[in-house]
């Protein structure tokens, strides 16, 4: 499957899912074992409540699809806090599990009317709040996972919105309070992406294109291919102007004569003392 | 400045603590237990973080004043360098930093008194002169303002009798130290290269036009001020780039009262230079020609002699020229 978004979205519930998928007209990509909806810059895995699902279902999309270096992770979804109100945004600095109390902070970006707590993710739904932390059921699954994978802690992200609290408790929350709540927070969400998106998008252009073609001319031994990369980025750094795949290589016979032909480039272009 | 600051909680009430956070009304503060939970944990990206990096308050617990590597002094025999910070919030291409740690963060220790604890307890070990440097994992008074650094070392420091202190710094906040009384134990050392190499590598820093300014200013008070001609960076018409500093250097500065001047070519450890060249593979600087001796990344050596055996000398052609040490890996 060849997919190339650059941002998933992780969320529990279909109806979290819902005003998304309407919004930014995603296509199902795929049903079992976690239904994806997508299109070229953004999927969205609908990943069943609990920690283990949430887990699951970001191991399973970073396994099976193409994932670019660099790519964004948020866990988005509703959670309960004692006293701010419905709908209210949260940016979530610090996930705890409450079962292994294990911490993890996930990254941060300034949006706008959003507040910054902490959240504890449960094992079941609570309804007493007893601390100032958000309540939900995945977060923690889904750091836990972020982190086991080696995703980087700058591509993790958890954004939820309030969906209970005190005065109004979890069994309250129907589908039509979570589209509603979710569809008001599209265009905070969309900052969070775009922000996310503008951070790491230097970082992950020069990663591609490191003169593969080359390797069905010429055969190159592992250190000679390890050499030609070398010296292409180094060629690269030093001469913008000039694309590498425009050197003079078809008087080359084998890939050592490429190599060198590269290193006598490199030679004209560092500074003479 | 600092969109989130996080807070060790143990000391969230301290007096330095609150004072740093006053001056960040706007910042979201978030406690954690410890620094090491956000700072250079596995998995974080420092090329991405420092587009955006926090501020971290902290408490150092050891490992607060540690003896300098051996090529860090000026020919004298105690030498130890602390850091009341990691990381610094100028984003030099070159810096050893960006291969040292995970993360871009910046963190502030607060407890100043500790450090000072120490070093007293150190400089009273010997009669002979000892050297505190400052400045190795972060600018000294890049943040000064912030951190009041300057004011709550300098005056301890000073009033010890065998002890000096260097200031390592590019930045140009010496206002709390025109404030005070010159020292002659404290010394004000100012990091400076070409226009050229300040405007392709050493991003966000000031202008060598304003560091020159700040070491005027400290040297008509009356402080003692060197300066780091380090890292020494081999770029197209380094001569002229550097004949150019050179010449600014004599013309704004009283040469002649210069504590001293440092030469060093740009060099890493392997593994730093591993790193910091995979953060930034399109960066000219990390394609130059360069060999790998004793666990150092440096240019060769025939272009490194020369490198620094021209400086010496423009140096030395001017009259009254301070002492000269050079930064090499030996």
Request: proline residues 4%; aromatic residues 10%.
């Amino acid at each position: 499957m060849q997919l190339t978004g650059t941002t998933t979205l992780l969320v529990a519930l279909k109806a979290e899912a819902q005003p998304l998928i309407d919004h930014y007209r995603l296509k199902s990509v795929q049903q079992h074992p976690f239904p994806i909806y997508a299109n070229e810059q953004l999927k969205i895995v609908i990943t069943g409540i609990g920690k283990c699902p949430s887990a699951a279902a970001l191991a399973h999309t970073a396994a099976f699809f193409s994932i670019l270096p660099n790519h964004i992770w948020i866990n988005f979804g509703i959670a309960g806090h004692k006293d701010h109100a419905i709908g209210t945004a949260v940016a979530v600095s610090k996930v705890i599990s409450k079962s292994s109390r294990q911490t993890w902070y996930p990254n941060l970006i300034k949006l706008p009317n959003t507040l910054v707590k902490p959240l504890t993710t449960h094992d079941a739904v609570v309804d007493d709040y007893v601390d100032d932390t958000l309540c939900d059921m995945e977060a923690a699954g889904f750091m836990s996972a972020g982190s086991s994978l080696h995703i980087k802690n700058e591509c993790l992200f958890v954004f939820k919105l309030i969906s209970d609290n005190k005065l109004s408790h979890a069994k309250n929350i129907t589908k039509s309070l979570v589209v509603e709540i979710v569809k008001t927070h599209i265009p905070t969400l969309e900052a969070l992406i775009k922000k996310a998106e503008m951070r790491v998008q230097d970082a992950r252009n020069f990663e591609l294109e490191l003169g593969s073609e080359l390797f069905e001319k010429w055969h190159f031994s592992q250190t000679q291919k390890s050499q030609l990369r070398e010296g292409i980025r180094r060629f690269k750094a030093l001469d913008k102007q000039t694309l590498w795949q425009d050197m003079e290589l078809n008087n080359c016979a084998t890939a050592k004569d490429v190599i060198e032909n590269l290193n006598r480039r490199l030679q004209k272009l560092l500074p003479k003392f | 400045m600092f969109s989130f600051i996080y807070v060790e909680k143990r000391i969230e009430k301290h007096p330095r603590t609150l004072k740093i956070l006053s001056q960040f009304p706007k910042s979201t503060v978030i406690t954690c237990e410890h620094y090491g939970e956000i700072f250079n944990r596995h998995q974080q990206d420092f090329r991405i973080q420092k587009k955006d990096p926090c501020l971290i308050l902290a408490e150092k617990h050891n490992k607060r004043i540690m003896p300098a590597p051996a090529e860090y002094g000026l020919n004298t025999t105690h030498n130890y360098y602390f850091s009341h910070m990691l990381n610094c919030i100028y984003d030099c291409r070159y810096c050893f930093l960006q291969g040292m740690f995970q993360s871009a963060h910046n963190v502030i220790f607060v407890n100043y008194e500790d450090f000072i604890e120490d070093i007293r307890a150190l400089a009273v070990k010997t009669k002979e002169p000892m050297w505190f440097y400052s400045g190795y994992d972060c600018d000294s008074l890049a943040l000064d303002p912030i951190t009041e650094f300057s004011k709550s070392f300098i005056e301890e420091i000073s009033s010890i009798d065998n002890a000096f202190l260097e200031l390592r710094t590019k930045s140009t906040q010496v206002r709390k130290l025109l404030e005070m009384k010159p020292r002659n134990n404290v010394i004000c050392a100012f990091s400076l290269s070409p226009a050229a190499v300040i405007k392709t590598l050493e991003h966000q820093t000031p202008s060598l036009a304003a560091r020159l300014s700040a070491a005027k200013k400290l040297q008509l008070a009356g402080w003692p001020v060197a300066l780091r001609l380090d890292p020494i960076v081999f770029i197209e018409n380094f001569r002229a780039e550097y004949t150019f500093l050179i010449e600014q250097i004599t013309e704004q500065l009283d040469f002649k009262t210069l504590h001293s001047i440092t030469i060093g070519a740009f060099r890493l450890p392997k593994g730093f230079f591993k790193t910091v060249k995979n953060l930034y593979p399109e960066e000219p600087l990390f394609s130059s020609q360069f060999s790998s001796d004793n666990g150092q990344v440096s240019y060769v050596k025939s272009t490194e002699k020369k490198i620094l055996d021209w400086c010496e000398e423009s140096l030395k052609n001017h009259n009254n020229c301070p002492s000269i040490y050079r930064q090499t890996l030996n």
